[in-house]
């Protein structure tokens, strides 16, 4: 693991979830993998991520850095929360296994390393369209969406600030 501090203790690097994701895989566990920047966790966030647990028995969180959140154009003064405190908010949940920080303007790479059984994401993606689909088909995985909770995102938290 990355850190030894226990609000940490679901963030990990590629090379030290690499053995993880193998025994993962070795004990037949169901690997689900989503990704997404986490920036204010509100209800729809934590019934997305409830709703992509339910799909396998292990999640892992693609978490955008600081840097490819600014990069993404969302709005100048984002994210809110650094990468750290987001991450710790996230492993607070009990249906988040693992946590991954990725810098990458997609998080192509990490999924290709991970090759989850069930790649997810919300449903205002098409399946085909969605970052990761060739790879994760090509060896035997499903890509999957999921419906937010209507009036529940970040973007609308803020506008009521």
Known sequence: MLF???LFS???TK??????IEDWKTNNQKIVFTNGCFDILHRGHVEYLA???DLGTILIIGLNTDDS????????DRPINNEGTRAIVLSALECVDAIILFNEDTPLQLIEFILPNVLVKGSDYKVENIIGYKAV???GGEVKTIDFVQGFSTTSILKKL
Do not use: D, S
């Open 4 to 6: 030894h501090n226990k």
């Open 10 to 12: 679901k963030l990990y």
């Open 15 to 20: 090379e030290t979830i690499a053995t993880v």
């Open 51 to 53: 709703k992509a647990k």
């Open 69 to 76: 959140v600014k990069r993404l154009g969302k709005a100048p």
């Open 137 to 139: 088909t090509e060896n």
